[in-house]
């Protein structure tokens, strides 16, 4: 247990259908983000928030968006869903925002299907 | 973000030591050189990381070049559960930003 935890696990749903991923940091982590990995395109960047705030955006569709909430907990939310959506979702945290002296914690991920 | 060449895949056998090498011939002074691998169906973990001296953990050991234009992840006994994707990142800012990594082989 690498105290990152992601629910659910896995999911699998209807194109055009509309999901929340789940991720509770790290205990005392501020930073959270989400990384999307398919088949073909290795580990890709989404997201940065930190202390409620977002931080950072990477390769994120205009239909998925995130927030973190007070308890520090984040949600991605994947709206009109495609095929190609089919991915595993990883959540990481951090202590805080540019720590390069500190590794950072990946949750197990959530393994979405889109059919 | 600076860029990391790594070999797409290595092979080893069981009990073996493990040289996995990274280059990064554009690495800047304030740049971390971060290791991370992802075993088959799980997130990736963190392994070691170092700045400019060599650097040994309890999983392995990263040896970093003197002009810090390459480095060396050392596995000194391959197991069968280092099997994984392994990832040389060099971290500049708060986000990590993963190449495509070598691929580990370990054979009994």
């Known amino acids: 247990d690498s105290g990152v935890t992601q629910t659910p696990k896995h999911l699998i749903t209807a194109t055009g259908q509309r999901v929340t991923l789940r991720c509770s940091p790290r205990?005392?982590?501020?930073?959270v983000y989400w990384y999307q990995q398919s088949l073909d395109q290795g580990l890709q960047f989404l997201i940065q928030y930190y202390n409620g705030e977002e931080r950072a955006k990477g390769n994120i569709l205009e239909r998925f968006s995130a927030q973190q909430f007070p308890d520090l907990h984040s949600e991605l939310n994947l709206s009109s869903l495609e095929l190609g959506d089919s991915a595993l979702y990883f959540c990481?945290?951090?202590?805080?925002?540019?720590?390069?002296?500190?590794?950072?914690?990946f949750g197990s991920g959530t393994r979405l299907t889109v059919v | 973000d600076a860029k990391t060449t790594q070999p797409n895949s290595m092979e080893s056998n069981e009990e073996e030591p493990v040289h996995l090498p990274c280059n990064h011939s554009?690495?800047?002074?304030?740049?971390?050189i971060h290791w991370y691998r992802q075993l088959p169906s799980q997130g990736p973990e963190y392994v070691i990381h170092g700045l400019t001296s060599n650097v040994n953990n309890r999983m392995a050991s990263l040896a970093i070049a003197e002009d810090r234009k390459s480095s060396t992840l050392i596995l000194h006994r391959a197991t069968l559960r280092d099997a994984a994707v392994y990832y040389c990142i060099l971290l500049n800012t708060d986000k990590l930003i993963f190449g495509t990594g070598t691929r580990l082989q370990v054979f009994p």
């Open positions: 205990s005392g982590d501020l930073s």
């Open positions: 990481a945290s951090s202590e805080g925002t540019y720590r390069p002296d500190y590794g950072y914690t």
């Open positions: 554009t690495i800047s002074g304030t740049d971390y």
